[in-house]
């Protein structure tokens, strides 16, 4: 096979949506090799300055994956595939795990479905010639590796595989009665400065006593300790409770939306880290691992099987000392890895990181649309060394998005803990989207329950989530009709959700019957979105009514308008502020619960209480509503826990 290594600018916006700047793209296998899957390939130069590597990963079915006669577009079974490189000492590294989707019934595009793992941590072993190896031979496979050039945030000076080379697979009761990964020693290099443990853990085997429900470990959550001597580190949980009901690969075969321990069919596996720089203690680290007991009266779990992957990586001093990132743009964004929640219109979603090692607590970012206004956003909070966080970005109102009609979002980092950040390159990211569905008639919403109605509930919200329609305490098959009216020329989002996580039709589950949800046009019964029944968790979708004209606008947009109430941040972990500008009088506040119950009110007056702050809401991760009456007057806005 033909060895790439050339020059690309990603200012043209390569496959995603990462920051301007110029890069080096490295290409390894492609779709053209359907079986060749390890090689030597030629990488960047050790000498090479690159501040994150970004690894494409992307698969394409293969009809004539000879194992299947062509039964299936994909491959039938879920099976776990890894990426390997191998350095000069001969010893092999997992940099990153995969788990493939169901096949049947599956489409991954004719260009193929793309996932990004960022394995900037992994640099010092992707130079000059490695050998790698990666996916499986279900699937036809492009992988390529984008470094992006500049100053990373802290040089890797070290990374140690703590028990074990590449990935290994460990019983659970073994882990259980601590016969593998006893307490180990790291030695810490004298140029290391901060030290993060990286696990790469996910639970297979259905075993168990009785057959019954759960199953270990794929179906079974265990929590998982770092202890450091007889001190705990860190314990922490990997059970993936909707991300699999979210995939945005889907309808899969198989049950691809149903919770599993620490991984999901067709997505790539998440990591888990965090800092352990105090737990050193001279030029030693002492670690180990724990799990939750095997179950004394089912001792037949014991017999699953956890696969893992623990590095301890080790950083010299950070290179900035007042270095923020903005790290990725959830929406709006043309990236397939958020397609469930795209195309979009509301509230702009971004990621931000913290890249020096004091801790951050504020940070100024100013964001908008080509051609169009920008705003301006305060974030407080603390974040340390390499932590990320997502935030929601407000707008006044759907406006936000009218611009120039290339449809580029745009978010930048002005300051950091209330300094000019000291590295400039990595304040700015750009991220090409496209606009939602245009309806210029009058709209009604068709829904069908199932047997399960409790499961369902949905509501169709403005730009600035406000609620405009709240469906909730729904009868068994039954067929709902909302008309949409008196809508305003604006964006909107109808999102239905199933707590079943199995959408209203699945095979899985065929006693649940089946529904259906619909735009019909109101005054001819057409009908113009016809949603799947096997969606999982949620059904999102954002449309425009009438239009959002393209033009430049104002540099600031006009002063908010009377209702122009917002909830900063959000989402949050419940303490909040309730922005009141222009709201005047005596209000009643009721925070309620997607069932209906009131988990707080109270009396506030606008006049002297503008800010409304929350500080320590108790309660649940999930949907809520906060509700502001005045007499006839009500403002309703979503407010998200998690």
């Known amino acids: 096979m033909k060895k790439v290594y050339f020059f690309v600018i990603i200012a043209c916006i390569f496959l995603s949506n990462f920051a301007k700047g110029q890069a080096d793209t490295v290409q390894t296998f492609t779709f053209k090799d359907s079986t060749k899957r390890s090689g030597m390939f030629k990488f960047p130069a050790a000498t090479e300055k690159y501040r994150k590597v970004l690894m494409y990963y992307t698969l394409k079915c293969y009809p004539k994956v000879s194992k299947y006669d062509g039964k299936y577009a ?22 990153a ?43 036809l496979l492009d992988l390529k590796f984008i470094f992006i050039k500049g100053t990373p945030p802290a040089e890797v000076v070290k990374i140690n595989q703590v028990w074990n080379t590449g990935a290994a697979s460990y019983s659970y009761k073994n882990l259980d009665s ?14 290391a400065s901060v030290l993060k443990f990286r696990s790469r853990i996910t639970g297979h085997g259905h075993n168990s006593n009785d057959g019954k429900y759960p199953h270990c470990c794929e179906w079974k959550t265990n929590t998982h300790y770092l202890y450091s001597g007889n001190q705990l580190v860190k314990d922490w949980q ?9 995939n945005p690969v889907f309808p899969q ?8 321990e620490g991984w999901c069919p067709g997505d790539r596996v998440k ?48 290179t900035f000392a007042n270095d923020a990132e903005v790290y990725d743009v959830i929406s709006p964004s043309s990236a397939q890895i958020n397609g469930k929640f795209s195309p979009a219109c509301e509230e702009p979603k971004i ?5 020096s090692t004091d ?81 210029k008639d009058k709209l009604y919403v068709e829904f069908k329950t199932n047997n399960n109605p409790s499961e369902n509930r949905y509501e169709i919200r403005d730009s600035r989530d406000s609620v405009i329609l709240n469906k909730v305490n729904l009868a068994a098959n039954k067929i709902y009709r909302d008309t949409l009216k008196n809508l305003k020329p604006g964006c909107y989002t109808l999102e239905l959700l199933d707590e079943g996580t199995d959408g209203l039709n699945f095979w899985a589950n065929t006693s649940q019957g089946s529904g259906y949800l619909r735009l019909r046009k109101a005054t001819a019964n057409t009908i113009l979105k016809n949603f799947g029944a096997d969606f999982g968790y949620r059904i999102y979708y954002s449309f425009i009514v009438d239009s959002l004209q393209k033009g430049q606008q104002p540099v600031y947009p006009i002063e908010p308008a009377e209702e122009d109430v917002m909830i900063i941040p959000n989402p949050n972990k419940g303490d909040f502020t309730i922005l009141t500008s222009g709201l005047i009088g005596i209000y009643e506040l009721e925070i309620i619960d997607a069932t209906g119950n009131i988990v707080l009110k109270r009396t506030v007056n606008t006049e002297i209480e503008q800010d409304i702050m929350v500080k320590n809401l108790q309660v649940s991760s999930g949907i809520y509503f906060v509700k502001l009456t005045s007499g006839s007057k009500k403002i309703v806005r979503r407010l998200l826990v998690d």
């Open 359 to 439: 801790t951050m607590t504020s940070l100024n970012l100013e964001y908008g649309i080509s051609g169009g206004y920008f705003m301006k956003y305060k974030w407080t909070g603390k974040l340390g060394f390499l932590q990320t966080q997502t935030i929601q970005l407000p707008i006044y109102d759907a406006g936000f998005y009218r611009g120039d009609g290339k449809n580029i979002f745009n978010a930048t980092i002005t300051k950091r803990n209330g300094k000019v950040d000291s590295y400039a390159e990595n304040n700015t990211m750009q991220s090409p989207y496209k606009m939602p569905d245009v309806y």
């Open 271 to 318: 990591d888990t880290e965090f800092d352990i720089t105090r737990f050193k203690t001279g030029d030693s680290l002492q670690m180990d691992y724990k799990i939750t007991p095997v179950p004394g009266d089912n001792p037949g779990m014991g017999g699953g099987n956890y696969v893992m992957a623990m590095h301890v990586i080790q950083y010299g001093k950070s």
């Open 351 to 355: 990621v931000i990181r913290n890249n």
């Open 97 to 139: 795990r995969y788990i493939t989707p169901y096949g049947i019934n599956l489409s991954l595009g004719p260009n193929g479905f793309t996932w990004i793992y960022d394995v900037t941590d992994y640099m010092p072993l992707l130079t000059d010639s490695v050998k790698l190896a990666a996916g499986n031979t279900q699937e």
């Open 178 to 191: 601590n016969k593998v990964l006893k307490s180990k020693s790291i030695f810490v290099e004298p140029n």
């Open 74 to 95: 994909c491959g039938e079974w879920d099976y776990l595939t890894y990426t390997f490189v191998t350095d000069k000492k001969g010893v092999t590294y997992e940099i």
């Open 253 to 260: 075969g198989g049950t691809w939306p149903y919770a599993r």
């Open 238 to 246: 990997i059970w993936q409770t909707l991300d699999c009901a979210d």
